[in-house]
């Protein structure tokens, strides 16, 4: 089915560590982003890209890398994961003008202990 | 800049009750608005969306009109049913001034009860 996905669905890191969070979308959409949602916060974006090559920051960047190498991957790095960064977080894709609505992941259930 | 505002939750309904989530925004162009859907264990999905002033967006029995005039796009149902348990998210798009970000909500969660 098409969509956006995202791996894993769950993971557990220890404070220090790095990793990588998948995001794929078979859409050909334009803009991709990233957020993470937590408790009484919301959705808070932090990072997306408007094609491949080109990426910018969104409110709540730092910890967090992205490149965008395809139309199709964003991938979000965590260089080195925190206590903080413990949250879900979704990747979301839309094309074009953001009138039409982004069309979401599943998520990934990051724990950071 | 841009920011939205909802209800506090939780929020707990008999089945076939009324349900009203309240929805206020800002924003310093001419957004577009949005509600979305997020059901346990799931991402949000698009329920329903008015892109001007005075269009109401309608989906799955669900209502949302766009008031520029009180800033406000809160969402309606006339009956909810116990499936409809779920968190709902307003968020804005303004295009114009700020791209395809979107601001959203904090999310109100609904429990419908038999």
């Known amino acids: 089915n098409a969509g956006v996905t995202q791996t894993p669905k769950f993971q557990v890191l220890k404070t220090g560590q790095s990793m990588t969070l998948q995001c794929a979308q078979d859409m050909n959409h334009e803009y991709m982003s990233w957020y993470r949602q937590d408790p009484g916060m919301g959705l808070r974006l932090i990072h997306y890209s408007v094609g491949a090559g080109i990426t910018d920051q969104g409110e709540v960047p730092n910890g967090y890398n992205v490149s965008r190498s395809t139309t199709e991957d964003f991938p979000l790095r965590l260089l080195s994961a925190a206590p903080s960064q413990t949250s879900v977080y979704f990747c979301?894709?839309?094309?074009?003008?953001?009138?039409?609505?982004?069309?979401f992941g599943s998520g990934t259930r990051l724990t950071v202990v | 800049g841009n920011s939205v505002t909802q209800m506090e939750g939780p929020v707990t309904l008999s089945e076939e009750a009324f349900l009203t989530i309240n929805c206020t925004y800002t924003?310093?162009?001419?957004?577009?608005l949005f509600w979305y859907v997020q059901y346990p264990g799931e991402g949000l999905q698009l329920l329903l969306k008015a892109t001007k002033a005075d269009d109401k967006g309608s989906n799955k029995g669900f209502e949302a009109t766009y008031r520029k005039e009180t800033t406000s796009f809160h969402l309606e149902k006339g009956s909810v049913q116990v499936s409809d348990s779920a968190v709902y998210f307003c968020?804005?798009?303004?295009?114009?001034?700020?791209?395809?970000?979107?601001?959203f909500g904090t999310g109100t969660s609904l429990t419908v009860i038999p």
């Open positions: 968020a804005l798009s303004d295009l114009p001034n700020t791209g395809n970000q979107f601001y």
């Open positions: 979301a894709s839309s094309y074009g003008a953001g009138a039409l609505g982004y069309t």
């Open positions: 924003a310093t162009g001419y957004p577009s």
